[in-house]
């Protein structure tokens, strides 16, 4: 019983509180006599060459949104997405260089031209409450790059094509107690790998999250607690974690600040939550940011440092198999991004940025040109530079039994992104 008994509450709240709602927004709800119809349809097509030394590959992504409204208090929302790829950017490219190690597609990239449906969603509101129900993006946190508290799917680490949430089939509702206060629950049904075993559908193995925020003068802060479900494939096994989650956003005078982090809390071999030979350090992981604009030169200089608690400081630490069968793309515990954005002749934006490994010294240069040749095209040229002694996390090349794999190589990108 124990197992289940939260889940079931959350459920019940998800399902039997909103009936309860109708009733009390009788007076301002009108949910039989929703006859209107608005619907919107929008999306973007983006196509990307990328060449190195050795080869190239191509890279075709389309997303079609569309939204419809049939009333005040109902609306419906779905994306259909296709991420087609080829060359040394197709999905099984470095699922073959390390094969055995996971058995699985590091990416929800295709070889085949076909749609798919990524977000797919109702959501009805009942006055102060709103629920949802489907295939929905659960995009916690206030990172800019990193979310700690972001635990429905992996990290897409250097794949960002998209820019997209993914989403995960579940129920979310959130209720609003006023202006300041809002309460906001999650209950998943499926892991952060999206892996099926005959066991996925037990009750322990239900993801679920619960926030509460709140606004006060210039900031917004959230506090959560979080169950993450993984698979692991070296156990052959699912895995559960639970997390005390906390974020924050505002300024300070004419500097945006933002903060994010997730302390896991541990159980012992009884299943009960315990500290006991474990150190809060290790558990942690946040990250801490900040823009400001320097308006005269019309310049953004972004900084966000990420810790990471359960990474490792020596580089002969790095376990590349574990980590990208478990989601944790990063080997190292601290992370500094450096971004400068400047706008300039009107069309023009340029970003600089380069993702330092503050541990072994090792980091990524990424200039980035946009030139918006139309109000609803742009085209982009970007660089991809790692720099890095052999061994570090960032210098590229890693050995794995006994073979070398150029997981980050240097190389040059073309982009065209048309949006309808």
């Known amino acids: 019983m124990k197992k289940y008994g939260l889940a079931l509450a959350i459920s019940f709240f998800l399902l039997l509180f909103p009936a309860a709602s109708m009733v009390f927004a009788q007076g301002t709800t009108d949910l039989p006599g929703l006859k209107s119809e608005e619907g919107s349809l929008y999306g973007y097509i983006l196509y990307n060459l990328n060449f190195t030394k050795e080869d190239l590959g191509n890279v075709f992504y389309f997303r079609l949104k569309g939204d419809w409204n049939p009333g005040p208090n109902l609306f419906f929302h779905m994306e259909l997405n296709n991420d087609y790829r080829t060359g040394n950017q197709h999905p099984a490219y470095l699922t073959t260089l390390l094969s055995g190690a996971t058995g699985e597609s590091l990416t929800n990239a295709s070889d085949q031209l076909k749609l798919q449906i990524d977000h797919l969603w109702g959501m009805v509101n009942l006055g102060r409450m709103d629920v949802q129900f489907g295939k929905i993006p ?94 692991r494939p070296e156990t052959q096994n699912y895995h559960q974690e639970y997390y005390l989650g906390g974020d924050f956003a505002g300024a300070v005078g004419n500097i945006g600040v933002y903060g994010e982090a997730a302390l896991n809390v541990p159980r012992n071999e009884e299943g009960k939550f315990s500290f006991s030979g474990h150190q809060a350090k290790d558990l942690l992981e946040y990250c801490l940011g900040g823009d400001y604009l320097f308006a005269d030169a019309d310049l953004t200089l972004r900084m966000e440092y990420y810790h990471q608690g359960r990474g490792v400081t020596k580089k002969t630490d790095y376990n590349l198999i574990k980590g990208l069968s478990t989601g944790q793309l990063l080997q190292a515990e601290d992370y500094l991004l450096v971004a400068l954005e400047k706008n300039f002749l009107d069309y023009y934006t340029f970003i600089f940025g380069s993702l330092i490994n503050a541990n072994d010294g090792s980091f990524i240069l990424q200039p980035e040109l946009s030139y918006n040749a139309a109000d609803n095209l742009e085209v982009v040229l970007a660089s991809v530079v790692p720099c890095g002694e052999k061994g570090s996390e960032f210098n590229g090349t890693w050995e794995v039994g006994g073979a070398k794999i150029e997981l980050i190589r240097p190389s040059i990108s073309i982009q065209a992104k048309l949006s309808f």
Not at 152 to 168: A, C, N, Q, V
Not at 172 to 182: E, I, K, P
């Open 138 to 231: 659960v995009g916690w946190g206030t990172g800019y790059v990193f979310n700690p508290t972001a635990k429905t799917h992996p990290g897409s680490f250097l794949d960002d094509f998209s820019e997209e949430t993914p989403g995960t089939l579940g129920l979310l509702s959130s209720y609003a107690f006023n202006d300041h206060t809002a309460f906001q629950v999650y209950l998943a049904f499926e892991d952060k790998m999206r892996t099926w075993q005959p066991e996925a559908g037990e009750w322990d193995r239900i993801p679920f999250g619960i926030k509460v925020q709140k606004i006060r003068g210039a900031f917004d802060f959230s506090f959560s607690w979080i169950k993450e479900v993984l698979y």
